[in-house]
Nanobody, 131 residues
Framework: VQLQACGGGLVQAGGSLRLSCAGS????????MGWFRQAPGKEREFVAA????????YYADSVKGRFTISRDNAKNTVLLQMNSLKPEDTAVYYC?????????????????????????WGQGTLVTVSS
C-alpha cells in the first residue's frame, strides 16, 4: 500500500491543523494505521494510532486531549485533527500502515506505538508551530 500525507503548514501556537493520509488500494481498510513525528535532531516518535475498524485508538501522552485520529475506510483516508498546537509539536509528521496484518486489533499499547510495527510509510508533511 502507498501512503500520501498532506495538510502540514505553518500555524501559530494555539491554532489547529488537520493532517490527511490517503492510501492506495482497496485493502487499505484492513490495516492498523499510525501517525508519528520527527523533530530535527530527535528520533521518530509515536503520536496516535487507530485499529483497522476505528474501534481502538491510542495517543501519546503529549497530545492526548488535543489531537484526534480518525479514519474513513470508504475514502481510504486517515485524519489527524490537531488542536491547541504548541511549538513543541513542530516536526515532520508521517503516517504509517501495518500491511502485514489484516483485520487485526490488538489490546497491546506497545503494538500500536512502536515504529517497527509498521511497514509502510508516507513521505511526511511538515508542521511548524510558531510561538
Amino acid at each position: 500500500v502507498q501512503l500520501q500525507a498532506c495538510g502540514g503548514g505553518l500555524v501559530q501556537a494555539g491554532g489547529s491543523l488537520r493532517l490527511s493520509c490517503a492510501g492506495s488500494g482497496r485493502i487499505f481498510s484492513r490495516y492498523s494505521m499510525g501517525w508519528f513525528r520527527q523533530a530535527p535532531g530527535k528520533e521518530r516518535e509515536f503520536v496516535a494510532a487507530i485499529s483497522w475498524n476505528g474501534g481502538t485508538t491510542y495517543y501519546a501522552d503529549s497530545v492526548k486531549g488535543r489531537f484526534t485520529i480518525s479514519r474513513d475506510n470508504a475514502k481510504n483516508t486517515v485524519l489527524l485533527q490537531m488542536n491547541s498546537l504548541k511549538p513543541e509539536d513542530t516536526a515532520v509528521y508521517y503516517c504509517a500502515a501495518d500491511s502485514t496484518k489484516s483485520y487485526y486489533s490488538s489490546s497491546s499499547y506497545h503494538y500500536y506505538t512502536e515504529v517497527t510495527s509498521y511497514d509502510c510509510w508516507g513521505q511526511g508533511t511538515l508542521v511548524t508551530v510558531s510561538s
